[in-house]
Every structure is written in C-alpha cells, then in structure tokens.
C-alpha cells in the first residue's frame, strides 16, 4: 500500500513541475551528508519556510565551519548570520550549546543514536530522526506537520499529534520504506496537499483519499 502511494504522489509532483528539493533533502546533497551541518540545519529549519532555512545555513556555515568554532562563537554573531529564519535568537543560543556538547563530549562526532541525539539542547524526535536518516541513512521516519497532516488526510492513521502518527507509522509501514516517508511526503505537502487549500483536483491520490471522499460528499 505505502508503495503505491509513494508511486501516486511523486507522480502528481511530477505533474506540477516541482524540480525543488527539501531544504534537508539539499542540505544533504550540498554538505555531502555531514552530520554536523545537518543537525544544524534541522534545528535552523523549524517553522522556517525552506528558502529561509537554506540562506540562513549557508551564512552560518560561511562564517563558522565547524563545531569548535561555533561552540567559541558569540551568540550574537550567530543569530546575525541564521537572522532569515524564524526564532533565530532562540535557535542561536541552541545552536552554541550543540555544538559545545559535540565538541567536548563527542570530540566533533555526531551521534549516531537517537538517544543521545534527543539529549542534546532543544533537539526532538523529528530534528533526531532527520539526523539519521539525511545524515546516517539509518532507517527512521521524521514526521513533520506534513507526514502527520497527509497521513491523516489519506486515512492511513488517525492521530492527534506527531508523536503518535510517527509510532503508527513505524508500526504499520515496512522499514524498507521508511527513509522515503519524510522527502517524498514534504515535496507533495508543499506543492499539492498544502494544509490550508489541498490541490485534490491535481492530486493522484483522490481514489484512496478519506478527506477527498468526505469533501465531495459535501459538495
Ligand atoms: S486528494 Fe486532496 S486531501 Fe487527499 S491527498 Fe490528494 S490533495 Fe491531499
């Protein structure tokens, strides 16, 4: 099931000519899947719209190139370079305290555990997860407001919050696909199941659709 609905949503992307990459799925190919940048990254991403996250990784990365060097940089300095994205003084102060931790606890290593990774400051399960699939292709299933948003449009669960949506996914989805869910669900969240105006009439999905059944019922 979970395979023919990939196959149908990366069919209606393809119809709305979206070329774009996620700003994770970018990251990835331009850091060439460094961990530190990454986890960087995600934590930059949160409610940022990704053209934001993309401008503000690449000022942050120009300036200070690894961890010891943002562990011994000024906050300041740091909320001015990621300034585009949303809660920027916030995420600096997170973001010195992460790289502080991975300089003298993990000598510069990310984690590769989603134990450790969830202890560090400010870092949840989808931030976590994004670490290991984007960086560590380590199979796991980062579920964002568009997984939890599409996966209860569909009625592939029925949820009340991230959380559970990722357990239910996990439980019901074959591990082979899992590394797949986060890109493929984001690109057609953005694009054709957008949260406020859903494009059903441009969407592959609508035979399988539980939303699109109970809308034109109405109509
Ligand atoms: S039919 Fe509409 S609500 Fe259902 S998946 Fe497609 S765009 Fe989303």
Same mark, same amino acid.
């Given at each position: ?21 996620t700003?994770?799925r970018?990251?990835?190919? *331009? ?27 690449? $000022? ?8 010891? *060097? ?26 010195? *305290? ?10 510069? !290593? ?41 996966? $209860? ?9 991230? !959380? ?16 797949q869910?986060n890109d493929t669900?984001v ?33």
């Open positions: 099931m979970i395979s023919n609905i990939l196959l149908l949503m990366q069919e209606s992307i393809k119809r709305c000519k979206s070329n774009r990459l700003a994770l970018e990251l990835q190919e *331009e850091e060439n899947r460094d961990p530190f940048k990454i986890l960087i990254g995600t934590v930059i991403s949160a409610r940022t719209r990704d053209e934001n996250s993309k401008i503000a990784v690449r $000022n942050l990365f120009a300036r200070f190139g690894n961890p010891k *060097e943002l562990s011994d940089a000024d906050i300041d300095e740091i909320a001015d370079a990621i300034r585009v994205a949303g809660f920027y003084r916030v995420k600096a102060r997170r973001i010195k *305290e992460i790289a502080k931790i991975i300089h003298k606890v993990y000598h510069d !290593e990310v984690p590769r555990s989603i134990d450790k990774l969830l202890n560090l400051p400010g870092v949840g399960r989808k931030t976590a997860n994004c670490v290991l699939v984007y960086a560590f292709d380590i199979d796991a299933i980062p579920v964002d407001t568009h997984v939890h948003r599409i996966s $209860n449009r569909l009625g592939i669960v029925d949820t009340k919050d991230v !959380e559970e949506t990722e357990r239910e996914l996990m439980r019901m989805i074959d591990k082979r696909y899992w590394k869910i669900f690109i057609f969240g953005q694009n054709i199941c957008k949260p406020l105006k859903p494009s059903c009439n441009e969407c592959s999905l609508r035979d399988i659709c539980k939303y699109y059944k109970v809308i034109s019922s109405l109509s």
